[in-house]
T-cell receptor, first 113, second 109 residues
């Protein structure tokens, strides 16, 4: 157990639907990162939050949004889902000025049918 | 972040040392070298990192050349459970990790 908790582990939904992925960071970590990993692409950085504020944005689609709550958990919202959104979604956490990089969760496997 | 170059794949015999090379010729002075691995579809796992000096922990050793333009990750006694994709990343502390294609390491019995 890495200390980063992601729920649900698996999600199957239909095209056009909306889903929410949840991440609880490791205790004491203020930064949360979201990554997408599809079959034909590597790990793509989506977005970073630090203590509730958006800090960095990567290749995140406009149909996707995220937020970090006061208790530091984060949610990634995916809407108007397309078949191509099927992927593994990983959350990671770290201290801001971290010397050891990130700790990743075990991921949520999203399948859009 | 500086770009890294890794071989796409390599094989290693179980029980032998695995030496994974990484080139990062455009690394800047404040960028660290990090190594992560991803076993099957699990979340990436931190292995080791360094700035200038060689580093060793319970998982691996990291050898960084004096000019810092390349490094080698050493798994001293590879086991079947070390079969994974290994990512070499250079990064400024506190900034996002950018993953490349990595090296697929297959440990064979």
């Amino acid at each position: 157990d890495s200390g980063v908790t992601q729920t649900p582990k698996h999600l199957i939904t239909a095209t056009g639907q909306r889903v929410t992925l949840r991440c609880s960071p490791r205790s004491g970590d203020l930064s949360v990162y979201w990554y997408q990993q599809s079959l034909d692409q590597g790990l793509q950085f989506l977005i970073q939050y630090y203590n509730g504020e958006e800090r960095a944005k990567g290749n995140i689609l406009e149909r996707f949004s995220a937020q970090q709550f006061p208790d530091l958990h984060s949610e990634l919202n995916l809407s108007s889902l397309e078949l191509g959104d099927s992927a593994l979604y990983f959350c990671a956490s770290s201290a801001l000025l971290d010397s050891y990089g990130y700790t990743f969760g075990s991921g949520t496997r999203l399948t859009v049918v | 972040d500086a770009k890294t170059t890794q071989p796409p794949s390599m094989d290693c015999a179980e029980g032998r040392a695995a030496n994974l090379p990484c080139n990062h010729s455009t690394i800047s002075g404040n960028e660290y070298v990090y190594w992560y691995r991803q076993i099957h579809s699990q979340g990436p796992q931190y292995i080791i990192h360094g700035l200038k000096n060689n580093e060793t922990n319970e998982m691996a050793s990291l050898i960084i050349t004096e000019d810092r333009k390349s490094s080698t990750l050493i798994l001293p006694h590879a086991t079947l459970r070390d079969t994974a994709v290994y990512y070499c990343i250079v990064r400024v502390e506190g900034y996002k990790l950018s993953f490349g294609a990595g090296t697929t390491v297959t440990v064979r019995a």
